[in-house]
């Protein structure tokens, strides 16, 4: 992100903590026309109470990273700044960036956009080294000069790379699909897919769905152990403050119903204040889960 603006001569302004309406005022004070963030800034900016006040149509290219970016997220920003956001992807091991959605070419909502040059991607099988064709689901897998050389664990090194069609594969963890025309999509991180009566679900899907209703600000699910089913979807959710106390768990438990497939529904929905986040924001789904495993504990 720094060097970028080194290459195009520009200011870069740094908010080492979450400050939604001083971004705005930073946004608007110098006339910025880029903005790095992850999707929960976005989803705060939409959502802000003063947001009107502020001169935001400046903003040209926003770009989302760190997780995945809801699509209802995508769209409120861009109709409210005119801006044009675009969803990358990469890791620490990657040297960070592997993809994104050009500026200029054709942008797919709810894609991570295509390699970027000199990046091989690929989706390989969850469990062996093999590599398969377009619109099957499996691991995102990264090749090219910038991936690491390794882990200094060398079981680590055993389960995270393989090799395949004369390169060396990095397992990124995260699981997804590639289209026809070389676009790749994440479903979600492979340590957050909830196993349910031998289906899998995938938390985000649920998540986009409830973000999709009116009245929900934030949104996170996670799979509870269960013995008889094996996990149980619950999700989490922060409402917007002109719905708190009009809204009930059973209104929005009816509401994903005609939406989801039946395997696929929350079963259990919990009204939050806010969400636990990292310092750059982004939603920490495994915080949740520890907190439903010891409850778990202190009932048996």
């Given amino acids: 992100v720094m060097f970028y603006a080194v290459y195009d001569g520009g200011t870069v302004i740094v ?14 004070k110098y006339k910025a026309h880029v ?18 006040k502020y001169k935001l149509n400046t903003l040209f290219f ?11 997220v995508a769209r409120r920003f861009e109709k409210l700044t005119g801006a044009v ?49 377009p619109g099957s689901i499996g691991e995102i897998v990264i090749s090219g000069p910038q991936v690491m050389k390794g882990y200094n664990v060398e079981e680590e090194n055993r389960l995270a790379f393989f090799t395949a069609h004369g390169l060396r594969w990095f397992r990124t963890g995260d699981i997804g699909y590639m289209d026809e025309e070389g676009y790749f999509y994440v479903l979600d991180r492979k340590k957050d897919m909830i196993k349910y009566k031998g289906y899998s679900v995938y938390p985000r899907e649920i998540e986009e769905v409830l973000l999709s209703n009116e009245c929900v600000k ?22 917007k403050d002109a719905c708190i106390g009009k809204i009930r768990e059973d209104d929005l438990l009816k509401w994903v119903e005609d939406k989801l497939a039946p395997y696929k529904r929350p079963k259990s929905i919990e009204f939050r204040g806010d969400l636990p986040k990292s310092p750059v924001g982004k939603i920490l789904r495994r915080v949740l889960r520890d907190e439903e495993l010891k409850k778990l504990q202190k009932q048996e």
């Fill in 35 to 52: 903005l790095h963030g992850v999707p929960t800034l976005y989803n705060a900016i939409n959502n802000h109470p003063k947001v009107g």
């Fill in 62 to 72: 926003c770009v989302s990273g760190a997780a995945p970016l809801p699509l209802e």
């Fill in 218 to 239: 934030e949104a996170a699910v996670v799979g509870i152990p269960s013995p008889d089913v094996g996990e149980i979807p619950k999700a989490f959710v922060v409402l």
């Fill in 85 to 133: 956001l675009r969803e990358g992807y990469g890791l620490t091991e990657t040297a960070v960036v592997t993809h994104v959605n050009p500026l200029y070419g054709k942008n797919k909502l709810g894609s991570i956009g295509i390699p970027i040059p000199n990046t091989y991607a690929a989706i390989a099988d969850l469990e062996k080294p093999v590599l398969l064709p």
């Fill in 15 to 28: 908010f080492p903590r979450p400050d939604i309406e001083g971004l705005m005022k930073a946004v608007e």
